[in-house]
């Protein structure tokens, strides 16, 4: 069992910019690959970025300019740093692992039905 816990969450204006911290516990060794998500009001959760065990990356097109996945295992946390934020990015932001998603080229790899394990989220608004 995997245990994820959001933080970082918070109001900013456009164009600022805020890190997201999710602490994972557990049984970890079998996770294959870790992500972000976010949902904003009335619409579907999206896939932002993804990370394996080797660190290797995949974003979401649309958000890699902005936004920065990133893993620190002594600390047992993954990162979210977003910049350059913009009303439209106001959301709840999720982590999320799963044992069997391919990080790297996996079709359902920033598909939120594909993980198993989830954390609360943590809001963000931007305005």
């Known amino acids: 069992h995997v245990q994820l816990v959001e933080s970082g969450g918070g109001s900013v204006q456009p164009g600022g910019a805020l890190r997201l911290s999710c602490a994972y516990s557990g049984v970890i060794s079998f996770i294959s690959c870790m992500g972000w998500f976010r949902q904003a009001p009335g619409k579907a959760r999206e896939g932002i970025a993804v990370?394996?065990?080797?660190?290797?990356?995949a974003y979401a097109e649309s958000m890699k300019d902005r936004f920065t996945i990133s893993v620190d295992n002594a600390k047992n946390t993954l990162y979210l740093q977003m910049n350059s934020l913009k009303p439209e990015d106001t959301a709840t932001y999720y982590c999320?692992?799963?044992?069997?998603?391919?990080?790297?080229?996996?079709?359902?790899?920033?598909?939120?039905?594909?993980?198993?394990?989830w954390g609360q989220g943590t809001q963000v608004t931007v305005s």
């Open positions: 999320a692992a799963d044992p069997d998603v391919r990080c790297l080229g996996g079709a359902g790899r920033l598909r939120d039905s594909e993980y198993k394990y």
């Open positions: 990370i394996d065990s080797d660190g290797d990356t």
